[in-house]
């Protein structure tokens, strides 16, 4: 059984989605700290046929906090303001319709906390592309919090009874292989390529939100890239 455990990220790169593919099972790892600076609350697009960045405005944020911790300041009009850049950037691509209206339906549900808006945001990406992979909503149910790591991860695939652990290529930097074999786990990761395609850019710009990629493909050439991101 192939098992990711990943943080969850808001609207994530293309690549995210070929690992969730990939797997059997994803565990969604959000009881661990908040990196700031990271994918957890924002993302990039294109406006003025540049990258920019779409971001969930947080209360508080930290790394002494967990994920499903941290608060989304939802006092603050951001919502609005996402919509209106989205719109923007993609009035006129080819899948506005569609996909405008995915992103709206994410960002109309009442999240209070941004693990649960960037899960939510993942899933109805997943439904979109009709790929069907069993979502972990927590670790926290494995009761093996005390546990860090590489240790905790095992432990998870352990439990999950998985025979291959799947991760991003920059995962690369922090687990190995042996330390998995030894647990009787394959250590795997996929393989994310920079696919061009069709985008509102003088130059293409790899590893956008996967907004980007659903404005200018339909589902089915999304889901070949997906395909072809699976590693080995």
Known sequence: MRLAVMQPYFF??????????TCDRFVFYDDV??????????????LGREPAYITVPLLNA?????????????????KRKMLESVRHGYA???????????????LDAQDDRIAELAKSSVRAVCDYLEVATDFVASPAGYGNSQLRGA???????TREAATEYWNLPGGRDLYAESDFA?????????????????????SFQPFLSIIDVL???????????VAAGRGS
Request: glycine share 4%; with cysteine; aromatic share 12%.
């Open 92 to 106: 006129n691509a080819p899948y506005f319709e569609p996909v405008d209206a995915l992103v709206r339906s994410v």
């Open 182 to 202: 030894s647990a009787g786990l394959a250590l795997r990761f996929v393989q994310v390529d920079a696919t061009p395609y069709p985008q509102f850019s003088s």
């Open 215 to 225: 404005m200018h493909n339909a589902p089915a050439q999304v889901r070949e890239m």
């Open 12 to 21: 994530p790169y293309v690549g995210y989605f070929a690992l969730a593919a």
């Open 62 to 78: 930290s790394a002494s906090k967990r994920i499903d911790e941290v608060t989304i300041a939802n006092a603050q009009p951001w």
């Open 151 to 157: 240790e905790r991860v095992k432990d998870i695939c």
């Open 33 to 46: 700290g908040y990196i700031k600076n990271g994918w957890i609350n924002r993302n990039r697009i294109l």
